[in-house]
Every structure is written in C-alpha cells, then in structure tokens.
C-alpha cells in the first residue's frame, strides 16, 4: 500500500482523538491514535482494547463487593468467668450471658454468685455456680475438667497487698502470686488442655493491669504479678496459635470495684490516678466491658498475645 494513499488526513486524525473519552488521556491511549493516522487503520478497530482496558483494569462494571462485618455474639458458647462474685468480673459475666454465652461463674464464696445467677434467671438468661479457689490449683483444674469444655474463659480473680518493697513480706508476696500468676496460669492451662483434645477453637482471657506495664508506688508485688502475667500471655500465644486457640489480657486503669476501694478512698491516691489519667473521669466497670465481648468473640479472630489497655492513657505518656 502506497504509503501517502494509506495515512488519513490531519483532520480525521483530530477526529479520532476527539472520539475518545476526556477520560481516556492515558499515554498508552495516545500512542494507538497515531498509528491509525500513519497506517489508515480502523480507529474504532485500535480503540477498542484500549477502551476495554484502562490502566490495566476493566472498563465494565462490576458490583462493590463489601466486607463482612464482624458479630459479637456468642451463642452456641459456654464461658467461665472466674471472679464472677464482684468487680469486673460481675460485670464480664452479665455482658456475656446477653452476648448469648451460657456463663459458670466461679468465685471463692457461693452466695455472691447465687445472687448473680438469680438477677440473670430474671432476664432470662442461664448462669451456673462453682465455688473456685484459684490458690488451689489441683482442685480448680478438677473442677475445671468436671465441668466440661469451655470456649472462653474470663478470669478476673485478683489480690493485692500494697506496701513499698522494703516493706513487703514474704506472706504478702507468696498471697499475690498464688493468685495472680499461679492461679491465673493454671486455670488459663486448664481451660486451654480442654480445648487441645477436643481440638476446638477458644478464647482465654485475663485481667490484668495498666501495672503490668509500667510501675507504681507501693505497687512492687502487685506489678510484678501482672508484668508477668503479660509475659506468659505472650508465651501460650505462641504454644497454642496453631490451634486456634487466642490468649489476651485486659489492662484496665483504677477501676471502682471493692477492690480498688481503698485507693479512691485515700485523698493522695485518688489526687495521683485522677492525675495519671488522661480523660476528665475515673474509670467504671462498663468502661470494661466492650473490650471483654471484643476479645471473646470472632471480631478479635486475629488478635492473640496482646494486651488491650483500658487505661484512660495512663500509659500513654
């Protein structure tokens, strides 16, 4: 083909980039235009991969396709919340069971939790008793294997014995541990062996502290208790991961429960967390309870070794 018969003039060449889309001002785009110009080519013939294919990617409409939100319900699971008497652990219990878990609340007295599983009967939901001593652990694992799997578990039993180190004792000492760390390894252990043989999926949380991160006045025993209380949270992560089976703790600031009754009640210890804390307030038991549904059911599916700090950014600093 003769090679001045076969170009298209100027002025169809001004057509062919005025035929394409405002939109379409890619560079590849433009290097198809002059080929039609040199060679007499169909423009549409040229044009149309080009216009099939933007960037890369498909002109044709597609559907949005929107991510799945995650569901904070747990029915169908059973949960043992272990200082259910109380506390937090009160709290963790009702958020639970309207969650839709069939809750065991364990504690060291009976009749606190009789009470609690009666206020729950009232709004229709099942709790179960257990009298559970933490500081035995040969009889808290036996209990915990008598009443059967459990998909979570909720542990906030706790003891503190507040003095400077020069000045702790080693009863003080030996009280804190046999609780916080003993008692709370081995029932994390023991809710996480039921899991393993049945080879089910679960969820194990403890409630730790803001002081198992940074230190504290009169606080020696009670913060090394929870620092390492983190540190074996981190270590069972590890060991059960593969099982599906998460490991978190919680580390919630001064919260009013009995047990922290004495700290607001002091004028110098209540000047120094109000001072610590960030926000305008001290903190409650509900400011808790999001975070427990959180980690207990699949919207935490990939949190595991991790501490979730309900502080009001005491730790921030």
Known sequence: MDYFKARVNRRDFKGMIGAAPQNQTDPQIMRILPACWFTGADPQAILAPAKASLHGYPMTAHATTLPKTPTFDLGGRRA??????????LGAAVALARAGARVTLG?????????????????????????????DVED????????????????????????????TTPDDFDAVMAVNLRGAYFVTQAVANGLLAAGKPGSLINISSQMGHV??????????????????????????????????????????????????????????????????????????LGAVLYLASDASG???????????????G
């Open 140 to 167: 808290m694992q036996d209990k915990v294997r008598r009443l059967g799997l459990f998909d979570i578990l909720l542990n906030s039993a706790g003891l503190a014995r507040h003095a400077r180190a020069d000045l």
């Open 80 to 89: 043992l919340v272990v200082g259910a008497s109380s506390g937090i652990g």
């Open 215 to 288: 230190g504290g006045p009169e606080r020696a025993v009670y913060c090394a208790s929870k620092f390492a209380l983190e540190g074996f949270t981190k270590a069972m992560a590890i060991d059960w991961g593969a099982a599906n089976i998460r490991v978190n703790t919680i580390c919630p600031t001064f919260i009013r429960t009995p047990l922290t009754e004495p700290t607001f009640a002091d004028p110098n210890s209540l000047k120094w967390v109000q001072e610590k804390i960030s926000l305008p307030r001290t903190g409650v038991v509900s400011d808790v």
């Open 302 to 316: 990939m949190v595991t070794g991790s501490a979730l700090m309900i502080d009001g950014g005491w730790t921030a």
């Open 107 to 135: 504690a060291r007295h009976l009749a606190p939790l009789t009470q609690l599983s009666d206020a729950l009967a009232q709004e229709g939901l099942r709790a179960e008793t257990c009298v559970m001593d933490l500081s």
